[in-house]
């Protein structure tokens, strides 16, 4: 169904402005599903994911561009990268937890931004890396080249690329992982005693959840065509920590939600100009104190409510 | 009357009005000038984007009567100064207001970001905010840009830091952005290739608030001649305190002297009290000169804002006094604005003149105004363009 | 070059203690709450615009500015507090409370924004640009009173929490809010005055810093993240660790600026706080919070 979905609403928006806001929803839904995997489900407070969005842009295009490495190529050296930079983090913070983890991530993440800027003979810092190519044209058999100009067919990639990984998820959720990673989140110290590896799954969820950012930020390197180290900056992480608690931390389709709702609103709120950031804060506020459980105990309660009438309806003729 | 009869008859009358009113409007509404605002409004970007809708406004206002027949409007989107809300929002004035012409951007690498969308769209973009050399180098047909840039600047600073100040040592204070970084690294080779020596090169990120560590290890490099520092008002006004506090500029008892670009406005010195005393800088907007334009846009903006304009508001003003020009000059699309951009010879704005390359980079160095700060903290124009 | 290192050491002193100001007030929250409030740093900004304009504009007395940027913080900490971290206390969730600050702090720097503009005051006092030259060495009258304040501050708390019964209080209910309760304390009273104090004094700190920093809404956020740095490397909680690690801070500052370069403080800063958390996450001075690690 959600393939559906995506397949239909470049059709239903053909604006380039709407097309390009779709897109920036597909790499921040990317973004927020990741994230929830260390966050949500495994129950790791890291506010520091805009390190390896970072990360995951600037290796990606620096291999392309420097070194001339073939696009796919550079994408899962960068993903893979950022991963690395993921577990290393987890094992660095094993002992870690809570609040002193959150700010550990947050830590990594200021060094890490600041590596990319100071670091200029590497990454150009401030000054930037400009004309970044969109992902070569695909050629398929029998059909003429996809072009990745075309901002349909871009999202469609991305998109396509975040059910991928949405559907990998899952699986991972509902497997025995899963419940290694519940039981991690639950409760560090009666997991151990059960046997429970906890710094290798922590390890592990911080590297799926850093690649997975990894990717992102090599289609948003492709897709903006610019790379400059202030799109990197911490309150990205802050950004995407709220489309997950937003969405509804601990489900995965949550996030889902929240990253659309979260990317959509402040571009529906142009029309009203200065208040733009006051109502988003609001909005991000509100939420978590009246519903906790995000977007997700939202849609929840609603389907209750309207079942129990639909039910009262029934019984009623 | 009868009710049967006064229905009808009220809406023949509304029916008239809204003919008559619609008949004018869409008269009045095909003769508009429709320019795009992409400015930062949000974050702190928005330090630009204020004080350009001030100009731009100012600008309106005096144009209300409207140029050959055509009303100029102006619609805002918020860029933040960053690609990609810069480019967001340049696709959301593009697609849904459709502007004969764009206004914009102010920090280098949003204005880089929207360039190629300006191209694809076939909309002239009128830039008088970024200065790096990348904007106008590659001589994009579709970007304009009237103020100078970095080399423009930077060249000439270091030129005339050598030739007319006599000075062989520097060291350059900047901002860690794309326009601080740029511009020092012109000064640098300028200065090197005519014989001066760079003492230190000391950038800073935008979050430092106190710079008396900088000062101090400035004070201990010995013997500077100038001190080229870019930066924004709020940290040029904590470094010129601190310069002073050390003694290593005059306005401290020393004897280099700060040089500028990038971005003081007028009012500084009022900030920085005698600290600010024998600094000589670049600036985009001379307030003391004495051309007619300027004096009755000082005026304008004093009646209109109750303060003194900046060299931002001048900028903006100026942006939209361009295209009014370009319009007068028979213009009335974007196709043809751009053709009119591009073929400007003598426009007299209040920052300068225009005329542009084949860059479509205004060359004309009268935009390149040197002021030192004397010691009652006005201004005095130094004549050296 | 002796000279230029004695002066960047009290540059170090000098920033050193800006940021520990900022910081008192984040430690003493999280001590009491073990909470977040990211806010913070937007109270210590609205303190230094209405300590401006008190000061400068209704050509009150500098100190009443203090004052009133005292009392604009207290009330700021206790909607806070009322509005987000009562409700959510007994949902025990650590991250919730963490990301309604989040939207807080944005709703009040842009509600800033919208009132005081981007443009940066510049925020005079008769103290700001008085400087006191002893040798070669030299420091403003302001950076003194900034450390003055502070220090006073400090023993007022230290005095407060060792020997009245409500800081006595307080100590409690950080230590073991369950047998405070038990015992009779009224433990969301308390978290209540906490969250007063911890703004006020924040509040106050904008007052004392506004001559100092850069003065336009998003001056907070200047200094907020090495401010949480320095919490953490003191020890969440710990008065006496804070201020010590924020004079560190201070002079790695400087001592970065003279030898390395500015653009690196950041990193060294941080490089710092993983280093501490890695060797000892309780801070400079141990804690006996046993839970976390």
């Given amino acids: 169904m959600a393939a559906i979905t995506i397949a239909l609403l470049p059709l239903i928006f053909p604006s380039s402005y709407w097309r390009t806001n779709l897109i920036v929803c597909a790499i921040n839904v990317l973004l927020a599903i990741g994230l929830d995997f260390v966050l949500g489900y495994a129950g790791q407070l890291n506010i520091g994911q805009s390190a390896f969005y970072g990360i995951g842009a600037y290796a990606s295009t620096l291999l392309i561009m420097k070194l001339a490495v073939p696009f796919w190529v550079a994408f899962a050296l960068g993903a893979l990268i950022s991963g690395i930079a993921g577990a290393l983090l987890s094992l660095f913070a094993v002992r870690l937890r809570g609040h002193y983890l959150a700010i550990a991530s947050l830590g990594f993440a200021v060094i890490t931004y600041q590596i990319l800027l100071n670091w200029i003979s590497l990454t150009q810092g401030p000054l930037g890396i400009y004309a970044i190519l969109p992902p070569p044209p695909i050629t398929l058999p029998g059909l003429s080249p996809i072009v990745f100009t075309n901002l349909a067919n871009l999202f469609y990639l991305i998109a396509g690329f975040a059910l991928l990984i949405y559907f990998i998820l899952d699986q991972l959720v509902r497997s025995p992982i899963g419940e290694t990673l519940t039981a991690i989140r639950e409760d560090e110290l009666s997991a151990a005693s059960l046997g429970i590896d906890a710094p290798k799954w922590k390890a592990f969820a911080f590297a799926v959840s850093s690649a997975v950012a990894g990717a992102a930020g090599c289609f948003y390197a492709s897709f903006v065509g610019t790379l400059v180290p202030d799109a990197f900056f911490i309150t990205e992480s802050f950004s995407m920590l709220a489309m997950v608690i937003v969405g509804g931390m601990g489900t995965l389709i949550g996030p889902v939600f929240g990253a659309i709702l979260l990317t959509i609103l402040p571009e529906l709120l142009r029309g009203i100009g200065d208040l733009r950031l006051i109502v988003y804060g609001a909005t991000v506020a509100l939420v978590v104190l009246f519903m906790p459980g995000g977007l997700v105990q939202a849609i929840r309660l609603v389907a209750r409510h309207v079942f129990a009438a639909g039910a009262k309806f029934e019984t009623r003729s | 009357m009868k009710t049967s009869l006064r229905i009808p008859l009220q809406f023949a009358f509304l ?43 100012l600008a309106l206002d005096q144009l209300k009567g409207g140029v050959n027949g055509y009303k100029f409007e102006v619609q805002y989107e918020d860029s933040a100064c960053s690609p990609l809300p810069a480019t967001q929002a340049a696709k959301r004035l593009l697609d849904q207001y459709q502007p004969d012409v764009v206004i914009g951007e102010e920090c280098s690498d949003a204005t880089l970001a929207v360039m190629p969308l300006m191209d694809q769209a076939k909309v002239p973009l009128l830039n008088a905010g970024s200065s790096s050399i990348k904007i106008t180098e590659p001589g994009n047909p579709w970007t304009f840009r009237i103020m100078p ?29 794309n326009a601080g970084i740029g511009n020092a690294k012109v000064f640098a080779d300028t200065f090197g290739k005519l014989g001066g020596k760079i003492l230190e090169d000391i950038g800073f990120g935008r979050d430092i608030n106190d710079f008396t560590a900088i000062a101090t290890r400035i004070a201990g490099l010995g013997s500077v001649d100038v001190i080229p520092t870019y930066t924004l008002e709020g940290q040029g006004l904590k470094i010129t305190e601190a310069l002073t506090q050390v003694g290593i500029v005059k306005g401290g008892g020393g004897k280099a002297i700060q040089l500028g670009a990038i971005w003081l406005p007028f009012g500084f010195e009022q900030k920085a009290g005698k600290a600010a005393i024998g600094y000589i800088r670049i600036v985009q907007f001379d307030p003391t000169d004495q051309r007619a334009v300027v004096r009755d846009f000082i005026k304008g903006f004093k009646t209109k804002f109750n303060g003194d304009p900046t060299h931002l508001n001048a900028h903006a003003y100026d942006q939209i006094m361009l295209i009014a020009d370009v319009v007068r000059r028979g213009a009335k699309d974007a196709q043809s604005i751009r ?12 920052t300068g003149s225009v005329e542009f390359d084949k860059t479509n980079q205004n060359i004309k160095m009268d935009t390149v105004h040197y002021m030192e700060t004397k010691p009652d903290l006005s201004w005095e124009s130094l004549k050296w363009n | 070059m002796l000279i230029v290192i004695l002066q960047q050491g009290i540059n170090g002193i000098v920033v050193g203690s800006l940021y520990v100001l900022v910081a008192l007030g984040l430690t003493l929250i999280y001590g009491v709450l073990v909470q977040i409030n990211f806010a913070h740093a937007d109270i210590v900004t609205l303190g230094a615009f209405a300590a ?11 100190f009443i500015g203090i004052a009133v940027a005292l009392i604009v913080g207290g009330v700021l900490g206790w909607l806070i507090n009322a509005a987000i971290f009562a409700p959510l206390r007994e949902r025990g969730s650590e991250l919730l409370p963490l990301i309604a600050t989040i939207g807080i702090s944005i709703m009040l720097q842009n509600a800033m924004l919208l009132l005081f503009g981007p443009i940066p005051y510049a925020f005079n006092t008769p103290y700001s640009s008085k400087v006191i030259h002893i040798g070669s060495l030299f420091f403003t009258l302001q950076n003194l009173l900034i450390i003055l304040v502070s220090a006073a501050t400090i023993a007022l708390l230290y005095a407060f929490m060792k020997f009245t019964f409500l800081g006595k209080a307080l100590r409690a209910v950080s230590q073991d809010r369950e047998t405070a309760a038990l015992m009779g304390i009224n433990p969301n009273f308390l978290i209540m005055l906490t969250f007063i104090i911890a703004s006020a004094l924040a509040g106050m700190s904008g007052a004392l810093l506004g001559p100092v920093l850069v003065l336009t809404p998003f001056a907070g956020t200047s200094v907020i993240v090495k401010a949480f740095a320095i919490v953490i490397i003191g020890g969440f909680g710990n008065v006496e660790g804070t201020i010590i690690a924020g004079l560190i801070v201070g002079l790695i500052e ?40």
Avoid at chain 2, 23 to 33: E, L, N, P, R, W
Avoid at chain 2, 340 to 350: H, I
Avoid at chain 3, 52 to 62: D, K
């Fill in chain 3, 254 to 293: 400087s001592y970065t600026t003279q030898f390395l370069d500015p653009g690196l403080i950041d990193i060294a800063v941080f490089a710092l706080l993983l280093v501490m958390l890695a060797v000892r996450p309780t801070g400079l001075i141990a804690e006996k919070r046993a839970e976390n690690v």
């Fill in chain 2, 149 to 177: 840039n970095e080399v423009m600047q930077g060249v000439d600073l270091a030129t005339n830091a050598y030739k007319r100040l006599n000075a062989r040592t520097a060291v350059l204070l900047h901002e860690n952005t």
């Fill in chain 2, 15 to 57: 029916t008239a009005f809204i003919l008559a009113g619609a008949g004018t409007s869409s008269q009045a509404a095909d003769k508009v000038i429709k320019i795009g605002g992409l400015l930062p409004i949000s974050g702190p970007g928005s330090y630009f984007g204020v004080q350009d809708k001030q100009g731009v406004e």
């Fill in chain 3, 52 to 62: 401006y304009f008190v000061a400068q504009l209704l050509s009150g007395n500098y």
């Fill in chain 2, 339 to 350: 053709d009119g951009l591009a073929a400007t010879k003598d426009f007299s704005g209040v």
